[in-house]
């Protein structure tokens, strides 16, 4: 099997600081949460920054399955400080909607270079990025029907 490209190598690269970034803006917010005692928020952006992680590992596994080099680079320090929730749901929202422009950047990089062998794992982050985006967007429209944080942080779930 044709080794992975550099060009690819180093957009996979990029995208795992991606997924590690998200890790670590999630867990700040799960942090926000969890110092307000909203717990059940707290362990819904908790799980979310523990599925960016296997996100990145998903691209280093396949980075190294195609006979690549795994290069971490340095992380952005993230925003720690919030105002309220819905400041919180909807940075969230769009930063889910910014990684799947970067998905999509990865699907038309791997379609121009020909490199079919990268499609199916392009193709189920793209999937998963329609279901991140309709987690917080549920999210958010659940919120906007309390009017208490306490109550909607006690009816906050997340099964997965």
Excluded: C, P
């Amino acid at each position: 099997m044709a080794k992975i490209s550099e060009k690819l190598n180093t957009a996979f690269n990029a995208q795992i600081k991606e997924e590690l970034e998200s890790a670590y803006l999630y867990l700040g917010m799960a942090i926000w949460f969890e110092e307000r005692t909203l717990d059940n928020l707290a362990d819904w952006f908790t799980f979310q920054a523990k599925e960016e992680f296997e996100h990145a590992m998903k691209f280093k596994s396949h980075i190294i399955e195609r006979g690549g080099h795994v290069h971490f680079a340095a992380l952005a320090e993230q925003k720690q400080e919030w105002t309220n929730i819905m400041e919180i749901l909807e940075a969230s929202y769009a930063h889910e909607k910014f990684i799947t422009d970067k998905i999509v950047e990865l699907h038309d990089l791997a379609k121009e270079l020909k490199e079919y062998s990268s499609n199916s794992l392009i193709q189920w982050f793209l999937t998963e990025q329609v279901e991140e985006e309709d987690n917080i967007s549920s999210l958010i429209d659940k919120y906007k029907g309390y009017k208490n944080d306490f109550n909607f942080d006690h009816h906050v779930k997340r099964t997965e």
